[in-house]
Structures are given as C-alpha cells and as structure tokens.
C-alpha cells in the first residue's frame, strides 16, 4: 500500500487525531501554531483553524464531528466548529494545555495543565454547551495531583473515572466526579509520553522514555503487556479489531551520530497485542516519530 505524504506544518507536529466513529477526517496539529483537518482517504486538506499564538500541543473531535477543541502554548483552550472553522470559545489559564479529550457522550471536555512558573499542573473538567452559545469560564472539577507532574490524561469507560500518565512512571486513577484518587502505579522508569484509550474504555496503551509502551487496566492499573525496543517511545497506539499495536518514536535528531533513519530508531513499530513480539517496522522521515493515531475501523494509521 503506498503511503500518502500529507505537507502542511512548516514546523514539527506534536498530535493527529482521527474523528470517531467514521475516521473520514484526520485532524493535526503542530510548533507553527495551525491546526490542519484533511480527508482520510486521499490525503487532501479540508481547511485550517487559525487564531493560536503558541504551539498547539493536543485537539479532539467530538463524535459527531461538530465540534474540535484545541490545547496550546498561549495558554489558552480553544472550542472550534468544524464545518465553519469558527472559533466558538476560548478559555485562558496560567500555563500551557498539554491535553484535551471529550467525554463519551460529548458533554465534558477533559484538559490538563502543565506545571510551571509556580503553577501546579491542575485537571480541569468543563460542561460543554453543545448548542455552540456561550460556555462557562469555570470548570466543573478541579484535580491537582500531588508529587510528580500529569503529562497526559483520559477519560475511562462510561466516563467514571480519569486515567493520568505523570513524568515519573507513575499511572494514577481519579473519581471523575469527586477527584479523589483512587489508585496508582509505577508502571514505568521514565516521563510518559502518550496515553491512549482503548475502544470501549476498559484499557489503555501507555508509551514513555523508558524505551517501553504498556496495555494497562484500567480498574487496577495493572500490566497486561509490555513491549519493549531500543530507543525511546513518544507515542503508542492500538489497532482496533486487529491484535496489534503501533508504537512510535526514537532518539533526538541531535544525539544521532549518523543521518541513518534506522540508527536513529525513527521506525513505526508494529507489535502483536498478544504475544508482545515486534512483526515489523514502518519507514518515517528522518526524525523521530512523534505521535500516532489509527483510523477507528482500524483501515490505517497516521504518524510523524
């Protein structure tokens, strides 16, 4: 199958977000401050959300596709219409958004905050009025984990709870109407870098510095399986229907002594789910592979 070369960002992207359920649309995002929405299938761009002065570090589409919302550097939350590329709300905050996900029935927007200049890195639920009028400035819930810093975050099946990779190793598990922490494991040695969710909630794939990606439960955090190779991962996700998994990443462009792109590790991994063993790896760019995200039917993957 010949891959589909998709130029767009003048600058390195930071997340590529499938829309669910039908992943006709493939939404990235990057350091030149722009988000890009592109036809799935034959890689041409749909159009362009611009109003961000900062890099654009996460998005997420509702299921419906009405509604996209973006996390930036400027320190600012971004709610978007799709359609129109209006730019609907914006919520400000003292530091930068490394994180947003809608709920499942797309009434709640889940976004983190980094920790820095003072500020703790704080989750924040907002309501989301779908009729697109006016949004609420304060959030339904506050969650300040304490100790390490939350890198990443996501809602859990149904909604109940709130799964946090943090820069330590560590996965915790939060009441998503109370906050309180229920659980938490050091699952890794180092910062994780991505967390994603699985289909129907119950699990989720984590990757890190640790040179490893992991399937963790959500109802006790416990490992189910571990993947493991030679350079650090930035990115890991699940294939759904399919027992595999893509985990992505590679040492800085700066600390390889060699242009060689399979020096540096900058490979797609493909693994079994089940057997934890790597089939084969994918050809990327001659950079470390950053993020990843699979088509919800699991009919392909974009990565950079």
Known sequence: MRPIMLSGHERALTQVKYNAPDGDLLFSCSKDHVINVWFSHNGERLGTFNGHNGTVWTVDCDSTSTFLVSGAADNTMRLWRIATGELLYTWEFPTAIKRVHFNEDDTKILMI???????????????????????????????????????????????????????????????????????????HEGLITDLQISPDGTWFISSSKDKSAKIIAVDDLSVLKTFTTETPMNSAAVIPGRPYILMGGGQEAMAVTTTSARQGGFEVRLCHKIFEEEITRIKGGFGPCNTLAVHPKGLQSASC
């Open 113 to 187: 905050t980094e920790k820095r200049m003072g500020y703790e890195g704080t989750l924040r639920i907002f309501g989301l009025n779908r009729d697109g009028g006016k949004q609420s400035k304060e959030p339904e819930l506050i969650v300040t984990p304490e100790g390490s810093k939350a890198t990443v975050a996501a809602w859990s099946y149904l909604d109940k709870y709130l799964v946090t990779g943090h820069e330590n190793g560590e996965v915790r598990l939060f009441d998503a109407k109370s906050g309180e922490e229920l659980k938490s494991n050091s699952v």
